[in-house]
């Protein structure tokens, strides 16, 4: 299940099950947000993202919904392999200049 | 494509002395190169927003004196920071909007240096 430790929430998994990870995320006029997998001592790696417009989005193993009445954000990462241990941050787009605004992250870990 | 380097992966420095970062988008021109700083365990802090030719756009709480933004060309920008002290020891990112991007603010990101100031 999930805690919140002192820094990042982690959320521990069975090899196979599903994931979901979530984002509440700042800004009522974010037109644009994107999940981020940080695997240690790396930069962040695109995995999905989603526009304002749309409600869900599906990649290959991925899925990100949106609320944007309660400016939710989550992703859902379907049959959890070992490989997907990581910390995934969801982020946000809130102007034109392309700033982007990092969420707290969550640790992912998966147990085999 | 799109391909995002930076330089050094890791330095070790004394304090008060000074290290230059380098951000290079490999195959492609960008627009736009953002710094992150990231500590332990806590999320990436957006530092400054680096557009070629003009002055970079520092967030608040960052200082602009001690952490100089250059950005010569539209595949290039360093980041140095000046008479670091150990709490300036922190990983950092930065990242590169793609100029033919497919998703306009699409970010593209290295793969970040780790600073450690002794």
């Known amino acids: 299940g999930e805690s919140v430790g002192l820094h990042l929430p982690t959320l521990s998994v069975q090899e196979g099950d599903n994931s979901i990870i979530n984002c509440a995320y700042s800004?009522?006029?974010?037109?644009?947000f994107i999940w981020y997998k940080q695997e240690s001592g790396k930069g962040p790696q695109f995995i999905i993202d989603i526009r304002s417009n749309m409600d869900k989005r599906q990649g290959q193993r991925v899925t990100v919904l949106l609320n944007k009445t309660v400016k939710h954000l989550s992703l859902q990462i379907a049959a959890t392999q070992p490989g997907d241990s990581a910390v995934y941050f969801c982020?946000?787009?809130?102007?034109?200049?392309?700033?982007?605004?990092f969420g707290q992250g969550t640790e992912l870990s998966v147990k085999p | 494509g799109a391909v995002v380097s930076q330089h050094p992966s890791w330095v070790i420095c004394k304090s008060g002395t000074s290290v230059k970062i380098e951000c290079r988008s490999l195959d492609f021109q960008a627009t736009t190169m953002f710094w992150y700083r990231q500590f332990p365990k806590q999320s990436l802090m957006l530092m400054a927003t680096?557009?070629?030719?003009?002055?970079?756009?520092?967030e608040q709480g960052v200082e602009k004196d001690k952490f100089l933004i250059n950005h010569a060309s539209l595949t290039l920008s360093t980041l140095t920071v000046t008479s670091a002290h150990p709490e300036d020891s922190s990983f950092y990112i930065c990242?590169?909007?793609?100029?033919?991007?497919?998703?306009?603010?699409?970010?593209?990101f290295g793969p970040g240096t780790r600073l450690t100031v002794l």
């Open positions: 982020a946000e787009n809130y102007n034109q200049g392309g700033k982007l605004i």
């Open positions: 800004n009522s006029a974010s037109d644009y």
């Open positions: 990242s590169a909007n793609h100029r033919l991007a497919r998703q306009y603010n699409e970010q593209f």
């Open positions: 680096s557009n070629e030719g003009s002055k970079a756009t520092y």
